[in-house]
């Protein structure tokens, strides 16, 4: 199947996945510092949870609200797929929420599990959940009147 062109409608929240990508990188253990990020653990921490609240928890929003309704409304596939959404969402809320409890000893591994988390839910729904919203609507415009 070739991959479609992201339609309009979806490309804020690919923007706003581009910048999410980048927390997950910085939360990574396995990834050289990005020049002007933080590097230490705790400077870590603080930029994540930052980005958690100004960031992630709008897009997280906004996603439940637009799109995640939509697919259930579709149905089917979409509707499958908008579940695992919401349960990978609620996963990586909690896993921020435990972030700024976490002690000192803990937090490296913490924040690298959070990382690949992110990471793993952000491309889901670009390269599975918004193709397969996609397809419904592209087939759906497709219909004759």
Same mark, same amino acid.
Do not use: C
């Given at each position: 199947?070739?991959?479609?062109?992201?339609?309009?409608?979806?490309?804020?929240?690919?923007?706003?996945?581009?910048?999410?990508?980048?927390?997950?990188?910085?939360?990574?253990?396995?990834?050289?510092?990005?020049?002007?990020?933080?590097?230490?653990?705790?400077?870590?921490?603080?930029?994540?949870?930052?980005?958690?609240?100004?960031?992630?928890?709008?897009?997280? %929003?906004?996603?439940?609200? &637009?799109?995640?309704?939509?697919?259930? =409304? $579709?149905?089917?596939?979409?509707?499958? @797929? !908008?579940?695992?959404?919401?349960?990978?969402?609620?996963?990586?809320?909690?896993?921020?929420? %435990?972030?700024?409890?976490? &002690?000192?000893?803990?937090?490296?591994? =913490? $924040?690298?599990?959070?990382?690949?988390? @992110? !990471?793993?839910?952000?491309?889901?729904?670009?390269?599975?959940?918004?193709?397969?919203?996609?397809?419904?609507?592209?087939?759906?415009?497709?219909?004759?009147?």
């Amino acid at each position: 199947m070739t991959p479609l062109r992201r339609q309009d409608w979806l490309i804020p929240y690919s923007r706003a996945h581009h910048r999410m990508l980048v927390v997950a990188q910085v939360l990574k253990n396995d990834v050289p510092t990005y020049r002007g990020m933080p590097s230490t653990d705790e400077g870590r921490r603080e930029y994540a949870l930052h980005q958690y609240s100004e960031l992630i928890t709008l897009e997280f %929003a906004s996603v439940e609200r &637009e799109l995640v309704s939509m697919a259930k =409304r $579709m149905g089917g596939q979409a509707a499958r @797929l !908008a579940l695992q959404v919401l349960k990978e969402q609620e996963d990586i809320i909690r896993a921020f929420e %435990a972030l700024e409890d976490a &002690e000192k000893n803990e937090l490296s591994e =913490r $924040m690298n599990e959070l990382g690949y988390q @992110l !990471a793993s839910h952000v491309r889901f729904k670009e390269r599975i959940f918004f193709m397969a919203l996609q397809e419904v609507v592209q087939a759906q415009d497709n219909l004759p009147s």
